[in-house]
Structures are given as C-alpha cells and as structure tokens.
C-alpha cells in the first residue's frame, strides 16, 4: 500500500466471541496496514466484522469477545505498541484511545451522552489527554466546533445533544474525535444512519478533514459508492476475512472478486436512491458460527467450481498491489 | 419547567379533595352508628342524641359532607374520643417522628444501594456480582419484623449494645433505620444494578471508553448520570413504601410515630385519629410524589430545557 511505514498495522488478527450459541469467528484472520495520512476503506455488508475490527484497533473488545490471534501494531516514532496485548481497561490503552486513535461510530442520536452539554462532552474528551486549563480546553471546543462546520459554535456549546439534528450530532462527534489531533481517525459507518443530503455533507467533512488535519482514516462501509471519493485504498471483507485489497481505482476498474463484484453491481445509480440496499448478490451473509469449509463465499458465489468447497483460496496477490481470495484468478489451481 | 411545577402544583388540590371525600366515605360507610360510635358503646340514649345534633349526623350526607370538606380545608380533622384534644395536635408530632425515620432509613438505603449496585454492574456476572445478588435476595425475602426481632436480639439482647425501643438519643436511631432501610436497601440495590447494566450498555459509554476515559469515570459519570433518572423515581416508590413500612418497624421499637398511632387508633376506634393518620400519610405521598417529579425534570435536561 503507501511507501511510507504504516502507521498502523494488523496482521491475522482473530476475535471470537464464545456465546452460549457457540464460537462466533466474527474477525477470522485479518490482515491490512494504514500509512500515516492516508484513507483505508473498508467495505462489506452488515455482519462481515467490519466494527469488530474498528473496536479491536480501539482495545475496545470486552466480553463475550476476545483477541485470540495476531497483533495490532501502532508505530511511534521510536517503538511500536501491540495494541491487541493490551489490558483493556489499563492505562496504555487509555492514553491511545482518543488521543492517537480515535473514532467515530454509526449512531450519532445515541453515541452522545444525552445528560451532559455538548460542549462539556469535547471539553473532557481534551482533558482526558492534554494538559490544559478548562478555560482553553473551552476554546479548543469550540474551535472545533466551527471547524466541523457548526453554526453558532459558542451556543451549540451549552446545548444538550437531544437539541441537535442528526447531522449536527455526527459533525460534533467528529469533532470531538479530532479534538486531540489523532494520528488514526475510526469512521464506523458515519453517514449510515443520516439522510441522503446530510450524507453528502458530512463525507464532504469528512474529505476535508483528511486535507486540513493530515489524520490517516480508516473508513468503514457496507456502501462501495461511498468509498471511491474518499479512500485510497480499500479492503473488502467478507464473513471475517479480507477477500480483496487493492487501491481505490484498482477496485473499481477491476475488481477481481465475484463478491466485490457484486457489491458494485449494487451501488445504486441516481436513478433508485430511493430504492437503495438492493442487493445483487444472492442469499445472505451465513452464520459466522458455522464452520468454515472452503471458500466462504461459495454458497453464494455465480461461479463457484468443485474445488471452492473444499480448499480455501486464502489471499493472494493478482497484480502488483492487488490481492484477491478466489480460485478463478489462479493461474492453475 | 415553571410549567411542569405549576401543573404539578395544581394537581395537588384535586387529589387532596379525593383524600376528603374518601376519609368522610370511610366514616358513614362503616357499619354502625356514628354517634354510637364516638359516644362509646354503653352510653345512655340522651348523650348520643346529644352527640347526633352536635357532630350534625342528623342532617342529610351531601350537607354533611358540604361540612367536613369545609372543615378539613381549614385544617380542622376533628376531635380525639379519648384525649378530647384536637386530632391536628396530636398528628402533628407523629409526623415529625415518623418522618425522621423514614427519610433516615431512606438515606441508608439510597447511600447502600448506589454503592453496592453500581459495583454489582461493574462487575457484572462475576464473583463479586453474585455475592452481591445474593446478600439482597437475602434482604428481600426477609420480613421488616423478623430484620427487626434479629437486630434487637442480636444488638440489644446479646451484645447489649444498643437500646431497643424509645426515641430519646441518637442510638435509639440506629435499630430502627437499619430495620426499615435494610428491606428498601435490598430492593433498591437489585433495581440499580439492572438500571447501571442497562446504562453500561449503551452506545455513550462506549463513546466514554473510546475517548480514554478511565471505568471509573465510565460507571460514575457517564453510566450513572443516566441510570439516575430511572433511579429517581425508584427512590420515589421506595420512599413512599418506608413510609408504609414505618408502621411495622414503629410497632417493634416503640417509635412515638404517626404509623403506631394509626394502629392504636384502629384498636381503640379512635375514628378522628384515624382519620387524620391517613389524611396526613395521603398528604405525604402526593407530596413525596410531587418531589420526585421536580427531581426527575431537573435530572433529565430533555425536560429542563424544554
Ligand atoms: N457483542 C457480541 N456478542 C456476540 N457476537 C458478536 C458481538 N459483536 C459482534 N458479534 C459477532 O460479530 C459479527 C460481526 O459483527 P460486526 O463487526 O458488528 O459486523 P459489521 O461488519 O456489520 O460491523 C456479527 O455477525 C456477530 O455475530
Ligand atoms: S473461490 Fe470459488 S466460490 Fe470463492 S469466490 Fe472464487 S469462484 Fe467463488
Ligand atoms: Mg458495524
């Protein structure tokens, strides 16, 4: 991916979660680097582990859930942490949290307190980190407040979270997000929940973001069409694993995997917004309970052969910083 | 706000109104002669025809009842059978007694339970939650006077440490508080735990988690700032049943409160006491009621700010 040395790195990181239905495998061996600066997406439908991995790179994996495999390698400027080897309650997490990562997560009507002011809420998340007075952590807030793009910051500031719109409520958690320059920016599904217009505004933001504060995002969405403007590269996951990776403009000219392929095929064009979540691959995402046989695609996959069944094709390269796990792109299986 | 306090504040004299109506239904609803009943049952005729025309039990209901409302509402609830002493004079000081234990016991239950349900939350499902579940399924299933029977064996009998009936020193307190606030420390502690883990659980606090905030801060601010609404008005519910519950716990220690007058003047079918015990107690429900609104609207800035 990016020449320079990733910023953050995963590598075959596993969490399952052990509920009373059996082992969920919900992040099956994941592995993807982030460079400073630059814009990971991440892009599958519900249920693939995308959040799990976002919560993961957090340290914010609590029971039923657990890391059982592989490492998430934050590099400093003179050492690395392995953030899966964290207590994640203790100190060092802490200090990373917010701080060097931080996130934003889908629901804005709910992922702010409702009992505190919305300023208040930025104010401690500065405080947690930076050494400052309230006084300046004040202004600070409210620097970021304008900088989000929120009109009247100062009065936005006293007002509780129930009195902002949707939109307003997701341009504060950013900016509470960025208040301590993070050197990794989370975004799980920001636009999701919000309306059309108010999508576009906010990935608008989100772009600008990338320009003004140099923060490297790694950018989580079951919707292709809302990758291609903003990510440089993406990885596509499927039941908790990684089935392509590739940069932007590789995914879209050539998409190598049926499944990524039938993500394309549903972008919806501006003729059905209305109609969106029209889905042209069949079935479902299966249980991220049951065993896995092969190639996990293959009960859905158009062009599955005899082998998909029984081998896994694991992730390999296909062209220069194009990798893809399907079997109909090996030269010969 | 202003509104919602006015509007609550009106509300008041309707319910009050209920209170009349009902304590002069309960009075002629009772079987029995009225006049009978407070002249005592072996007078002679003439003083209970006296009794008839002086207390206006010959006059038709609706005037009667035109009378006592106009009567309550000036504060007069009548006359004691036995002491001859205004009820008002005698209530009174009941009141303040019973109100002292009660809000006592309520303070020992709300400062127990907070703490042992928020730790209960914290530590959900594991060692410490269950000692803790089951030290108040403990507290639950215990009757007020077996908790009050043990404590006096235990401290007073026993170690002989504390006395055990009476209200003249502050160790005269401690029996009784712990009695009534144990029960409603053993409710309370269930239904803020489950309030916490509910808290615990939403997406807020793992926005709390994931700006770095120590757990500490996570449970005590975050998580409980929240759970408190829900908490206020279980507080609310728990402070009206202490007061209920006082009648037991006054009856075991001896307690000089409005509950133990309440019961002696149903043995001695002092009716005006009667009355004016649950006039009172009725009174001091709509209130508390009435408080826990108020608490409840500034808990929660959706109704502050609005
Ligand atoms: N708290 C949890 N308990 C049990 N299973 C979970 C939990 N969170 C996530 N999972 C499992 O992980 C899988 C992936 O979830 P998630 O990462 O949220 O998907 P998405 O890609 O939609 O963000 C889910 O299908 C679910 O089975
Ligand atoms: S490996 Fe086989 S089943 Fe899996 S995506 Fe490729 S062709 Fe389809
Ligand atoms: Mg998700």
New binding site residues.
């Given amino acids: 991916m990016g020449a320079a040395e990733p910023l953050i790195e995963v590598k075959d990181l596993k969490v399952h979660?052990h509920?009373e239905d059996g082992v969920?495998r919900?992040v099956d061996g994941v592995d993807f680097a982030i460079a400073p600066e630059r814009t990971l997406g991440v892009v599958?439908e519900?249920?693939?582990?995308?959040?799990?991995?976002a919560r993961a790179v957090m340290g914010l994996i609590d029971a039923?859930?657990r890391i059982v495999q592989g490492e998430i390698l934050l590099r400093r400027q003179s050492q690395v942490v392995d953030i899966s080897k964290l207590d994640p309650r203790g100190r060092e997490i802490r200090g990373i949290r917010g701080n060097e990562i931080a996130m934003i997560f889908q629901e804005p009507m709910t992922s702010l307190n409702p009992v505190f002011k919305i300023g208040d809420q930025i104010v401690e998340a500065i405080l947690l980190h930076d050494r400052i007075g309230r006084r300046e952590a004040r202004e600070r807030a409210v620097d970021l407040l304008a900088a989000v793009g929120i009109p009247l910051p100062r009065q936005r500031f006293e007002q509780f979270p129930h009195q902002l719109s949707g939109g307003m409520r997701q341009r504060a958690m950013i900016a509470m997000a960025m208040s301590c320059n993070p050197r990794l920016l989370i975004a799980d599904e920001p636009t999701t929940a919000l309306d059309v217009t108010i999508q576009a505004q906010v990935m608008d933001l989100m772009n600008a973001l990338r320009r003004d504060f140099n923060t490297a995002i790694m950018f989580i969405t079951h919707d292709l069409g809302v990758i291609a403007g903003m990510a440089d590269d993406v990885v596509v996951m499927y039941l908790g694993r990684i089935v392509e990776s590739a940069p932007v403009r590789e995914i879209f000219h050539h998409p190598k995997h049926p499944y990524t392929r039938g993500l394309m095929g549903s972008i919806p064009s501006l003729a059905d917004w209305g109609a969106r979540r029209l889905t042209a691959i069949e079935g479902v995402v299966p249980s991220?309970f049951a065993e896995r046989q092969g190639c996990g695609f293959a009960p859905r996959c158009p062009h599955a052969m005899e082998i998909c069944r029984t081998r896994d094709p694991g992730l390999e390269d296909v062209a220069p910083g194009h990798a893809a796990a399907c079997f109909l792109h090996r030269a010969a299986p | 706000m202003i509104r919602l306090i006015v509007g609550r504040l009106l509300f008041m004299v309707p319910a009050a109104l209920l209170i009349i109506t009902f304590l002069f239904a309960l009075f002629h609803l009772i079987p029995g002669d009225p006049a009978v009943m407070l002249a005592g049952d072996n007078a002679p005729r003439s003083v209970v025809d006296g009794i008839r025309e002086a207390y206006g039990f010959d006059q038709p209901l609706h005037i009667q009842y035109g009378r006592y409302m106009a009567k309550v509402l000036q504060g007069d609830l009548g006359i004691s059978n036995y002491t001859r002493d205004p009820v008002v004079n005698s209530v009174i000081p009941r009141i303040i007694n019973t109100a002292q234990l009660a809000f006592l016991s309520m303070l020992f239950a709300m400062v127990v339970s907070l703490l042992l349900g928020c730790v209960s939350a914290m530590y959900w499902n594991r060692p410490l939650d269950k000692i803790v579940t089951i030290v108040s399924l403990l507290g639950i299933c215990t009757p007020v006077f077996v908790t009050g029977l043990l404590a006096i064996y235990f401290f007073s009998i026993y170690l002989d440490w504390l006395p055990i009936s009476g209200m003249s020193s502050w160790r005269h307190f401690i029996l009784p508080v712990i009695t009534l606030g144990a029960f409603q420390a053993a409710v309370l502690t269930r239904m803020v735990r489950s309030c916490m883990v509910d808290a615990l659980g939403k997406d807020y606090i793992t926005t709390a988690r994931a700006k770095g905030a120590p757990e500490l801060l996570v449970v005590f601010k975050h998580a409980l700032r929240n759970a408190l609404l829900p908490i206020v008005t279980l507080f609310g519910l728990g402070l009206g049943h202490t007061l209920g519950g006082s009648v037991v716990t006054e009856t075991i220690f001896n307690w000089p409160g409005l509950g133990r007058l309440m019961v002696n003047s149903i043995l001695t079918r002092d009716l005006p006491i009667t009355q004016g015990s649950i006039f009172f107690f009725a009174m001091i429900f709509i209130l508390v009621n009435l408080i826990v609104d108020l608490v409840y609207a500034w808990v929660d800035p959706r109704i502050r700010y609005d």
Avoid: D, L, M, Y
């Fill in positions: 979660f509920t969920a919900a599958g519900s249920g693939c582990g995308k959040s799990v991995t039923p859930g991220p």
